[in-house]
Structure formats: C-alpha cells, structure tokens
Nanobody, 128 residues
C-alpha cells in the first residue's frame, strides 16, 4: 500500500507564498507522474499542475507562471511552489501519484487520475 501525505498548507495574505509538499511512503512505480489538484467549497476539483515521468511539466492557465511543480525522488516528495497568491487560490490542495499520465489538458482532468494514489489534502487559505 502506498500512502500519500500532503503538507504545507496554511493561511496567508494576498501576495504571499507557500510551498506544498506531497510525500509518499514509497514510489509505487520506477517512474511516476505527480499531479496537484485543488477544490474550493462548492466547486469541482480542478487540476493545477502535473509533472510527467520524463520531467515535463504542465500547468493550468490560472497559475499564470506563479506556480512551480517539482519532485525529489530521493526524498520521496513532490512540491508545489506557489507565489503571489490570490483570494481565488483558497482551496483544499490534493496530490495524486500514478505510473503514467496524459500530457496537456487531459492530464489536468481529475478523471484522468482515477487509478492514482491520492492524499487527503492540505488547506490553503488566502485572505486580504
């Protein structure tokens, strides 16, 4: 069994920064895709960023260059660096890990990660 644990969520002011972490008990495959999703109250879950097995990255348009996804195999951790946060970034952020993933917009759809290992989420709250 693979456990996925997100951390790093916090309450910050508009314009602030956070780094979210996604730590796995073990990598389930020799090479993995990792994705970050988020879900605000009364909203559907949406994709934020994906890092593919080959290291290619893909971001949702709303990130606007403010977010960076990365991973460290030795630390069994993936990260989401978020800068210049806005009120609209308030949400629960989830991490998903899988052995394969789609590129482009399809890779950002939560339905494309139905077979992935998911964490329980970490809360990000941005206030003015």
């Amino acid at each position: 069994q693979v456990q996925v644990v997100e951390s790093g969520g916090d309450s910050v002011q508009v314009g602030g920064s956070l780094r979210l972490s996604c730590t796995v008990s073990r990598w389930p495959y020799d090479s993995v895709c990792v994705a970050w999703f988020r879900q605000a109250p009364q909203q559907e879950r949406e994709g934020v960023a994906v890092i593919e097995r080959n290291g290619n990255t893909n971001y949702a348009d709303f990130t606007g260059g403010r977010f960076t996804i990365s991973r460290d195999f030795s630390e069994r951790t993936a990260y989401l660096e978020m800068n210049n946060l806005s009120l609209d970034d308030t949400a629960m952020y989830y991490c998903a890990v899988d052995g394969a993933c789609y590129s482009g917009s399809l890779g950002l759809k939560p339905t494309s990660w139905g077979g992935a290992y998911w964490g329980q989420g970490t809360q990000v709250t941005v206030s003015s």
